[in-house]
């Protein structure tokens, strides 16, 4: 079956170089658009763009309909469709600019890769977060196991994740440079690290209990004086392959970072599933985190100090986005307040 189309890839090329450097697109989001791309490619049999018609953009509604998720062989979420016919609806807006294709392209042809308006409304509302307490977070931390190197960094690796609430991408590619213990701070440098949209900002731990500091300074300090690491070596490296006794085993750390995040947020998920507990994701702790500042009597001033420790430039997304008040909370807050 052909699966390529020299003529497609070529716009699609120079549609990912515009979004990048007009939209400032990062790695991750332009392979969103690529695969949203290739996958309608898919249900035309790659034909050219030149020859678009209407009932192509109907065929790929449906397509997206009877897709299923290669992970889970369930059907595709309504958020995934519908961000995947935006992102195609997006590149046929620009297409229709093209020399060459104003006379077979008009921006009303792109209107037509539009979700219908009950799926749009459900893929964009808000649905509630598994976020784990703090004590949750604590007993899943306590039961870990640290016998072995390995199992000494995952524990770090939880313990940071709540000392900083980083992001795992972030986490991923921190060095032993980027981290502090005398002040108790990690220097998420962007132009090195992977953070969000590049940024550059100083993290300082959080006060949760002192027992994830303790594990985090054990391990880095561990890398340091034991293993002889140096600052550019990885701050959460992945293991080294050995060939003992006739197979290949993996004991030890390597120097050098995993290639994504994908272990990072299975050891979160597995310590969790370990006690019992829902599988709370990497990601989670940012709200666990924020849901501790209402702990504290924080001044205003504080309050944006947190905010902006958790890498947001306004105090407004940490509250919007991390810090949901379930229904049950809701109404205990709103009683307490009546004399």
Do not use: C
Not at 62 to 83: E, Q, V
Not at 139 to 162: C, G, N, S, W, Y
Not at 190 to 219: C, H, I, Q
Not at 227 to 244: H, M, N, S, V
């Amino acid at each position: 079956m052909r699966n390529f189309n020299a003529q497609n890839e070529r716009f699609k090329r120079k549609y990912i170089d515009f979004i990048k450097e007009t939209k400032g697109r990062d790695h991750k989001t332009l392979g969103k658009v690529t695969a949203a791309l290739v996958k309608f490619e898919e249900s035309t049999k790659y034909k050219p763009f030149k020859a678009f018609h209407i009932d192509q953009a109907r065929q790929f509604k449906n397509t997206l309909d009877r897709a299923k998720n290669p992970a889970t062989g369930k059907p595709l979420s309504l958020t995934t469709i519908d961000a995947t016919l935006r992102m195609v609806k997006g590149f046929f807006q620009w297409l229709a600019w093209q020399q060459g294709f104003k006379k077979v392209l008009s921006h009303g042809d792109a209107e037509y890769f539009n979700n219908n308006a009950k799926d749009a409304r459900a893929a964009h509302s808000q649905r509630p977060i598994q976020v784990p307490s703090i004590k949750a977070a604590y007993h899943a931390f306590q039961a870990m196991p640290e016998v072995t190197e390995l199992q000494q960094r995952d524990k770090a690796i939880f313990a940071f994740l709540m000392l900083t609430g980083a992001r795992v991408s972030a986490t991923a590619t921190l060095k032993l440079k980027h981290i502090n213990l005398i002040d108790g701070t990690v220097f998420q440098d962007g132009r090195e690290v992977d953070t969000k949209n590049s940024k550059v900002f100083m993290t300082t731990f959080f006060p949760v209990d002192p027992a994830y500091l303790a594990s985090f300074t054990a391990w880095v300090k561990h890398l340091i004086n034991d293993r002889l690491f140096g600052p550019e070596d990885a701050l959460f490296p992945k293991p080294e392959r050995e060939f003992i006794d006739g197979k290949f085993a993996f004991r030890k750390v390597s120097h050098e970072p995993y290639a994504n995040s994908a272990k990072i947020n299975m050891i979160v998920r597995q310590s969790f599933a370990n006690v019992q507990l829902p599988e709370y994701t990497s990601h989670s702790f940012r709200s666990t985190l924020s849901q501790l500042m209402s702990d504290f009597n924080l001044s205003v001033e504080e309050q944006k100090a947190w905010s902006q420790n958790l890498g947001h430039k306004h105090f407004a997304t940490t509250v919007s986005h991390y810090m949901k008040v379930s229904e049950q909370k809701q109404v205990e807050l709103i009683a307490g307040l009546k004399g």
